[in-house]
């Protein structure tokens, strides 16, 4: 059959597009080939192109991105079943003949977004390590996402059916924490009124995940190591030693390997973990993925806020490319929630990120590029005007302007506006209370 987009939800529900070795491009435009007057998509918003007998999908730096199976992407090798979203409209990308649509692709729990070589080389590792058992040690900054690349290591393994349980080993004392891993019997000490078992029994056949491994105590260590050399362990109190059908996975902050040299950390256990050692890069070594990211986080956001969202505007992005981002992934993900929870529009704008994500006020002309310094100045100016229409009040003020007060409020602190509408003449930044009748 000749290959085909079919429209399975959107405007275009039901619509059929053969796909040949010409380009066929989707966008606003009239010049393309799929021409949608929905201001969701961008001008020229993606093509699929015939190379090398395979179709590709790329995304044009579209505002508002362009999905294949929930996953943003910038370039993308189509296969049978694909499902391609693109504004508000979603197809399947078909090579065989037609029958019943196919379901969803596999997916992970939670995808690793990104498509910059730091991220390819991540997702990689993963795909050769994951069929096999030895332990892997994973570091990274936090918000890096070393869980995430944990629970890709277990969802794409065979013992993806089985459990994946995490251990926070920071977050619990040495007491509770071997009790925690091991289990215990039944009067193993007071207050132990039944056997319970242990995670490394709950992990059974599957994988568990160590967080924050730097931070297991040195009389842990030692049992760890014996359950990594042994396959065996008893429970706390127990005289007969269980199997540990498991892979462990461990993930540190630290420099676990300086630790070791230290004597902070057993060299022996170190070398244990470390048969498998995969880096996850902090954002800002892999700038290029966070317009991917902040969209994926959007589409998820929206829809667990029961929100419509449909872009991040250019301004929005700007800030977020121009951010550091210290917390890395985690923070960029916090970042778009608060965004989508305080935003009043279809569109995630600068005032609705944190203030931290903002520009400096203050900052020198040559931090903040020209263009934005031209907006900046002209929406001070909007604000400033609405204010003395609204005879200073604050609520009246946002609705003259379309936005909610929080914002308007956010916008004054970013702008450095305060002083400036303070010292408006008026009756008042907020609504007088209604006062009550008898």
Known sequence: MIPQLVAIDGPLTGSAYAISSERFSIGRKSDNTLAQA??????HHCTIDYVGRRFRLTDHDSQNGTFVNGIPIRE?????????????????????????????????????????????????????????DATVLIAGEKGAGKGLAARALHDTSPRTHKPFVTVNCAALSETILNR???????????????ATAGQLELAAGGTLFLDEIAALPLPLQGKLLHVLEEKRFPRLGGAGALSADVRVIAATGRDLAAAAREGAFRQDLYFRLSVLSLAMPPLRQRREDIPLLANYFRVAQAARQKRRVMGITAAALDCLMRYPWPGNVGELESSIASAVAVGSTDGILPEDLPESVLPMRGAPDDLVPRYH?????????????AYR???GNQARAAALLGLHPDSLARLVRTLDLQSAVDSLPGDGREDPQPRRTT
């Open 38 to 43: 929905d201001l969701s998509i961008s001008r």
């Open 373 to 385: 310094r031209a907006v900046n100045e002209y929406r001070r100016e909007l604000i400033l005007k």
């Open 76 to 132: 993308r090798l189509l296969v049978h079943g694909d499902r391609i979203a693109v504004g508000v409209s979603v197809f399947v990308f078909l090579l065989e003949e037609m029958g019943p649509l196919p379901g969803s692709p596999p997916s992970l729990q939670r995808p690793i977004v990104g498509e910059t070589p730091a991220i390819r080389h991540v997702l990689e590792f993963i795909g050769k390590v994951a069929p096999l």
């Open 180 to 194: 925690e891993l091991f289990g215990y019997e039944r009067d193993a000490f007071p207050g132990a009124v039944s």
């Open 389 to 391: 229409q609204a005879g």
